[in-house]
């Protein structure tokens, strides 16, 4: 088959932004602007004449703002949105508004002189990640043909029985909001477990994701704080731009909250967290990998695999990009392969 280039449609009333996105895609070779649109109204005509593979939208737009065009364009005919963000705790609630119309990711509206090229280089390949699923509507392909069975379970010599589990944690990026959201909401308040989540997000946006779980969900959800003793029913959100670590103590176990170093690319990292929990209950964690980019979370998944901990992974069907999942899953880490719909639910069962 011929390599065909992601088609986008770029979305922003400034028509400074709508250059700069473009000129940014544009040095891509996968990637091709196909048209521009200046407010809500616009976006869903232009989806409907052009389907692209690819929408970027801003939240803030005259006419139909983004949120409202984000719930149109899914309805009539969907299509992956990123969706542009200032980095503002306001600019966080409405983002959250556009992942719960539809949106599947997010980037800051951020490309200054210090962030650009990183910036750049991550709306590219952002665009190219959920860009795929787009190719393959539109030319007609199936990735793989849908599974006969809702889940896939591995044939393991170490798996923990039920009761044995004394933590849950939770990894995601791309897609995960929305995902995790999800998860949450099919738990029951008497939860048994301490819960930990890490999803790639950044510092201002962390505290408005957690107060948003906290009011949707049956269970406690808070934006870890350095100190925090680790309580079933609670689960504990890291937060945005730091790194979410464990520590043993005589009255249980502790969250601390670390600084993160230059080298760490994600902040926070699944890794560092699920690493350390592995570390302190090698054979008693239940690990789940939800949706996102990139490979965060294999490493500690081997840890916690070695130590006789439980691994999970979202099936590829379900997931907005299927990256972290699979890479825990061809590793031979993974011990159960569900759908996102069926893991909440397994949770209460497992627990």
């Not at 010599?157 to 998860?183: C, D, E, W």
Request: proline share 5%; hydrophobic share 40%.
């Amino acid at each position: 088959m011929i390599a065909s280039k992601v088609r986008v449609l770029v979305v922003d009333d400034s028509s400074f932004f709508r250059r700069r996105i473009a000129d940014i895609l544009g040095k891509d070779p996968g990637i091709e602007v196909v048209g521009f649109a200046g407010n809500g109204e616009s976006a869903i005509t232009e989806a409907r004449r052009l389907k692209p593979d690819v929408i970027t939208m801003d939240v803030e737009m005259p006419v139909l703002d983004g949120i409202s065009a984000v719930k149109r364009i899914v309805a009539e005919n969907p299509t992956p949105i990123i969706m542009f963000s200032s980095l503002t705790h306001e600019g966080a609630r409405a983002t959250l508004d556009a992942l719960d119309a539809g949106a599947v990711d997010f980037l800051p509206k951020q490309f200054d002189e210090g962030r650009g090229r990183d910036a750049s280089s991550q709306l590219a390949r952002r665009v190219l990640a959920v860009g795929s699923r787009g190719i393959n509507r539109r030319l007609g392909t199936i990735i793989r043909p849908q599974p006969v069975v809702k889940e896939y379970t591995r044939s393991t010599s170490v798996t923990a029985r039920k009761g044995s589990y004394k933590l849950v944690a939770i990894g995601a990026s791309t897609g995960g909001p929305v995902a995790i959201q999800g998860l949450l909401a099919a738990l029951p308040e008497s939860f048994a477990l301490p819960i930990i989540i890490v999803v790639h997000m950044p510092a201002s946006f962390t505290s408005a994701y957690a107060e948003r779980l906290n009011s949707q969900c049956a269970i406690k959800v808070t934006e870890a704080s350095d100190g925090d003793l680790l309580q079933a029913g609670h689960a504990y959100l890291a937060p945005g731009g730091k790194q979410m670590v464990f520590e043993q103590r005589s009255n249980g176990i502790v969250i601390r909250i670390k600084e993160s170093s230059s080298d760490q690319t994600y902040r926070p990292c699944v890794d560092v967290s699920f690493g350390s929990a592995a570390r302190l209950l090698p054979a008693n964690v239940l690990a789940i990998i939800l949706t996102g980019m990139g490979s965060d979370g294999k490493q500690a998944a081997r840890l916690l695999k070695d130590g006789g901990s439980t691994i999970w992974s979202q099936n590829e069907e379900s997931c907005v990009v299927y990256g972290m999942p699979q890479a825990v899953e061809k590793a031979g880490l993974s011990d159960r392969v569900l759908p996102l719909i069926d893991i909440g639910p397994s949770l209460v069962k497992a627990v």
